[in-house]
């Protein structure tokens, strides 16, 4: 019986991810894949985010997934259509998120932040016309966050520098609802109020997909696990000291086992 939920991101940020889910849903085993190998996603072609995607989908349908969740913005962009994966559920964050945003905002502005290749493929911007033909969409790529976070430089004077670099316009227009379309950066959530202010809302991808998740649940579409004896596995593609203190510091006070490291 199909008993994990897989998540899958470019690296260590879609932890943020599943430390939400874990909290959320106690009784739910996890199978994540951190694609450290090949970070970072964000400044790669399409056609290659969507070849990797294809890898790690079949790895964690191989680890026998009752659902799959791209926690990438990156690679949700090349599969945004799909909702499912060779017969299993497949969620993405930007649905969620964009639909986050419309309803938290008061002004109709929004402002995206994401990387490259995120920003590149408008993927936020047309999904929220959609959904509110009448709304302002700012985007902006901010590549340097992923790696600030892959390094550890949270609460750093370097990172807040960075920071209003790229906030500088969003700052300037005043923006209040700010979608956080990487996994990364909700992890730099105080350096970005520095800047913002402590009343801008932040759309973060772990509580959007909480919401989706717990549809399916209450929909039928998914069973609930029963299985009492819980696991939350932690996979990646490249292991060192660093990334896995990391990996820790950013699931705590979520306990997590060794990570494993495993080749796609």
């Known amino acids: 019986m199909n008993e994990s939920i897989g998540i899958f991101d470019s690296g260590l940020g879609g932890l943020t991810v599943l430390k939400v889910l874990a909290e959320k849903f106690p009784q739910e085993s996890f199978c994540y894949l951190g694609d450290i190998a090949r970070l970072p996603y964000g400044n790669k072609s399409p056609e290659t985010i969507r070849r990797y995607g294809l890898q790690i989908l079949n790895f964690l349908k191989a680890q026998k997934v009752k659902a799959l969740i791209i926690a990438c913005n990156s690679a949700s962009t090349v599969f945004l259509e799909e909702n499912e994966f060779e017969g299993i559920p497949l969620l993405n964050v930007i649905g969620p998120g964009s639909v986050a945003a419309v309803k938290v905002s008061t002004d109709k502005k929004i402002a995206v932040l994401g990387t490259s290749a995120t920003i590149r493929s408008h993927a936020y911007e047309q999904t929220l016309k959609k959904l509110s033909p009448d709304v302002e969409v700012i ?126």
């Not at 990364?184 to 800047?195: A, C, F, Q, S």
């Not at 696990?225 to 979520?254: G, W, Y």
């Open 139 to 264: 985007e902006q790529a901010c590549p340097l966050f992923v790696p600030l976070v892959e390094e550890g430089f949270v609460h750093d004077p370097i990172t807040q520098m960075v920071a209003e670099r790229y906030l500088a316009q969003i700052k300037k227009d005043g923006i209040k609802t700010v979608i956080l379309g990487c996994t990364h950066y909700p992890v730099l959530r105080e350096d970005l109020k520095k800047v913002l202010g402590e009343d801008v809302k932040l759309v973060e991808s772990g509580e959007v997909l909480f919401d989706q998740l717990n549809a399916l649940f209450d929909s039928g579409a998914l069973k609930r696990s029963t299985n009492k004896a819980r696991q939350v596995r932690v996979c990646i593609t490249d292991l060192t000291d660093h990334f896995e203190r990391l990996a820790h510091q950013l699931m705590d006070p979520e306990p997590i086992g060794q990570l494993e490291k495993v080749v796609l």
